[in-house]
């Protein structure tokens, strides 16, 4: 069994900056990568970004291409959200998610990810 653990998040101001870490516990590692996703009040949820294992391969929804960087650690099971300038529009609970490597890829898609990290809360104030 996976167990991912997220941490980093808090409040900041719009234009500030956050990093988010993902660490996996337990892992049997198969998959392919980590994602990112995120929720808003009374919205569905999100992807974010997400990276492949195997070559640091990272894929982001468009509004945050530029600002949002994702990253790993192989040594440590650990993927990084790097979020800088940041808005209120940015507010939501971000949770990380890994996959068991059953089916390709397909990192947009939230049915895809088999472990999900509890979330962590991002609040931007303007």
């Known amino acids: 069994q996976v167990q991912l653990v997220e941490s980093g998040g808090g409040l900041v101001q719009a234009g500030g900056s956050l990093r988010l870490s993902c660490t996996a516990s337990g892992r049997a590692f198969g998959g392919y990568g980590m994602g990112w996703f995120r929720q808003a009040p009374g919205k569905e949820r999100e992807f974010v970004a997400a990276i492949r294992w195997s070559d640091g391969s990272t894929y982001y929804r468009g509004s945050v291409k530029g600002r949002f960087t994702i990253s790993k650690d192989d040594a440590k099971n650990t993927d990084y959200l790097q979020m800088n300038s940041l808005s209120p529009e940015d507010t939501a609970v971000y949770y990380c998610?890994?996959?068991?490597?059953?089916?390709?890829?397909?990192?947009?898609?939230?049915?895809?990810?088999?472990?999900w990290g509890q979330g962590t809360q991002v609040t931007v104030s303007s």
């Open positions: 998610a890994a996959d068991r490597g059953m089916s390709g890829p397909r990192w947009y898609d939230q049915e895809w990810y088999d472990y």
